[in-house]
């Protein structure tokens, strides 16, 4: 079939440089606008001419539809001497290069996640690596049908993960941080009688997804990691190896260790995300929560479990929304039927709010700054028959 429109285009129309990329399209696409294309030349009252155009028509209209996006997630801490400006240049070339995404920047480095054509991000990622304060970041690239973000957005703020360790004489990654495991170091290690893994996600990350014997702590958000040191105290004479999605907060996290007297302290280099593409994922379970319109993304493809459940109503789903009402905006995990039911919110409260935002099925939202929500409430709950 596709031998003969070729034969068509070269013999009929003299357009042996179609426009149309034959080998990315799926048969399925390719036999749809086959059997247009095929309508056309049935036809007794269309010239070759007319067929030629509107073919080149369909075919540029059938690349743009198999267009795919790169989404590129990163870190690095490295100084920046004025990060306030910094961040308002570096807004301006996002936005040449139509990125949209979400960069922090501090003075202590950058955290962002950018979305646009493979192009674009090849041009994104050579920029930044011929920086030399940039120069070692490890990107992690994903292949995405579209792009993973509305907007581009650069901030400047005090930290590029908030953790509230923020005096650089006391945690400083650039000095001293847990020793780095790659993704294969970490598989042969994790299941060891003398490791203990350690997840320092929140709540609503680990409760999606986490690797097989993990530690989890009860936190809200990574700054109120500190707060649960003592807690892990009876680990100190284990190997504590600690993980997050791609690795920025476990620099200070096992930085944080150190300085309380933990001796044997490791990190997942390049956290969940570069496990998933250089270990298969094997033996974490569920998926993994990740900050932009995706919410998640699989990472297991050797022994795949799901172990998050439906807030509502306690039935086994992956799928992950924010709550429909903007003031409440929480993460949690909530199946289709419960999602129709409660039109994506957590609960009926929500659902009758003034503000609630249209659900269109995904619980992804253009985030609005609202109040602070200080009454926030965890997702995790228990079912029991």
């Known amino acids: 079939m596709r031998h003969k429109i070729k034969q068509f285009l070269n013999a009929d129309c003299g357009m042996s440089n179609a426009k149309l990329d034959v080998s990315s399209l799926h048969h399925f696409t390719f036999e749809i606008h086959y059997s247009i294309f095929k309508a056309f030349i049935l036809s007794p009252f269309t010239s070759n001419s007319y067929l030629c155009t509107s073919f080149n028509t369909v075919c540029s209209g059938i690349n743009d539809v198999m267009t795919r996006y790169n989404t590129l997630l990163y870190y690095c801490y490295s100084t920046i001497a004025d990060a306030a400006q910094f961040a308002a240049d570096h807004l301006i070339f996002c936005k040449s290069l139509d990125l949209t995404g979400r960069i922090i920047v501090a003075t202590e480095g950058l955290n962002g996640t950018v979305s646009g054509t493979a192009e674009a991000c090849e041009t994104y990622m050579d920029t930044l690596h011929a920086d030399k304060r940039f120069a070692t970041i490890d990107f992690k690239v994903d292949v995405v049908d579209t792009p993973s973000f509305v907007k581009m957005h650069v901030r400047y703020k005090s930290e590029i993960v908030h953790s509230g360790l923020r005096d650089p004489n006391i945690i400083n990654p650039q000095q001293k941080t847990g020793i780095h495991l790659e ?32 530690i989890t702590l009860d936190i809200e958000n990574f700054r109120d990691f500190p707060d649960k040191i003592n807690e892990l105290a009876q680990y100190k004479d284990k190997k504590i190896v600690t993980y997050c999605t791609g690795g920025i907060k476990c620099e200070k996290a096992s930085a944080l260790l150190l300085h309380e007297g933990f001796t044997d302290v490791y990190q997942l280099h390049g956290g969940i995300i570069k496990y998933g ?41 992956h799928k992950m929304i924010n709550c429909g009402n903007p003031q409440c905006n929480e993460h949690f995990t909530q199946c289709d039927e419960c999602g129709e039911k409660m039109d994506g919110c957590c609960c009926d409260a929500c659902k009758a709010h003034p503000r609630k935002r249209e659900y269109d099925g995904t619980g992804y939202y253009v985030k609005i700054p609202q109040p602070v929500n200080t009454a926030k409430k965890s997702k995790a709950r228990i079912f029991t028959d």
Do not use: Q, W
Request: charged residues 25%; aromatic residues 10%; glycine residues 6%.
């Open 183 to 214: 993704p294969k170091e970490f598989l042969a290690m994790k299941d060891a009688g003398d490791v203990v893994i350690l997840d320092v996600r929140s709540n609503y990350e680990h409760n999606l997804g986490k690797f097989k014997n993990a």
């Open 277 to 317: 593409k250089e270990a298969a994922g094997e033996d974490f379970e569920g998926k993994c929560y990740v900050f932009d319109n995706r919410l998640s993304v699989d990472i297991n493809s050797v022994n795949p479990v799901v172990i998050s459940t439906c807030y509502n109503c306690g039935k086994t789903t």
